[in-house]
């Protein structure tokens, strides 16, 4: 069965550190990949989305960067974090099997910038 | 792009009564449509989905969604909460590579 990894659970950081967060899949190849950013109190904005290895989309300008140096493996940084990147950070993966349209979201990581 | 709305923000209903949880989208163009779940500190869990062919899905926990084509609607309904029901619920949709989310609702069950 497929499973997705995703840490660390919490982080805090200050402002200006650099930022590093790991997302992983097993059982499955070829994932379609995602990062998604929860503020406090509101919906889902999607980051960044992959389709392949070193395929990156970004949605939304902003001082984070995404890489997928393997076909599982989507990684979100940042080499400067700003109080404004404070949020809940999920990683989610979709199959390309048209039957199976969903995603499937990872356990999230609690950032917070002081 | 896909715009999904979801206009209440918070829902407070009694146990064992009825709740309805509404989910407007823009476009009915070729879209996959699934509503989720998240408890505190978690990730989202699919909670649905509509695909094609039956415009009425259920959940293995007795929710249920109905797909309205010309209202551009996937309204999430339960005829009997519990207390374990207490969650916050996003509706989304998908369209080519992209999901997008409601803002989600916060479903209060009421002891």
């Known amino acids: 069965s497929q499973t997705i990894h995703q840490w660390p659970a919490t982080l805090v950081q200050p402002v200006g550190s650099p930022l590093s967060l790991e997302c992983t899949v097993e059982?499955?190849?070829?994932?379609?990949l995602y990062w998604y950013r929860q503020a406090a109190g509101r919906g889902l904005q999607l980051l960044f989305y992959?389709?392949?290895?070193?395929?990156i989309s970004s949605e939304v300008p902003q001082n984070l960067s995404a890489s997928r140096p393997q076909d599982r493996q989507f990684i979100l940084s940042s080499k400067k974090l700003l109080l404004s990147d404070s949020g809940f950070y999920l990683c989610?993966?979709?199959?390309?099997?048209?039957?199976?349209?969903?995603?499937?979201f990872g356990q999230g990581t609690r950032l917070t910038v002081v | 792009a896909q715009s999904v709305t979801q206009l209440d923000s918070q829902v407070p209903v009694f146990e064992e009564a009825p709740v309805e949880l509404r989910c407007n989208y823009s476009?009915?163009?070729?879209?996959?449509l699934f509503w989720y779940v998240q408890y505190p500190n978690q990730g989202l869990q699919l909670l649905l989905k509509?695909?094609?062919?039956?415009?009425l899905v259920e959940s293995i926990n007795g929710f249920e969604a109905e797909f309205n084509k010309s209202q551009t609607s996937f309204h999430l309904r339960k005829p009997s909460v519990h207390i374990s029901d207490t969650a916050e619920y996003f509706c989304?949709?998908?369209?080519?590579?992209?999901?997008?989310f409601g803002t989600g609702t916060s479903l209060t069950v009421i002891p």
């Open positions: 989610a993966w979709r199959t390309r099997d048209r039957g199976n349209p969903e995603a499937f």
């Open positions: 059982g499955t190849s070829n994932p379609n």
């Open positions: 992959s389709v392949g290895i070193g395929q």
């Open positions: 476009s009915s163009v070729s879209v996959y």
């Open positions: 509509y695909l094609s062919g039956s415009t």
């Open positions: 989304a949709v998908r369209t080519g590579n992209q999901f997008y």
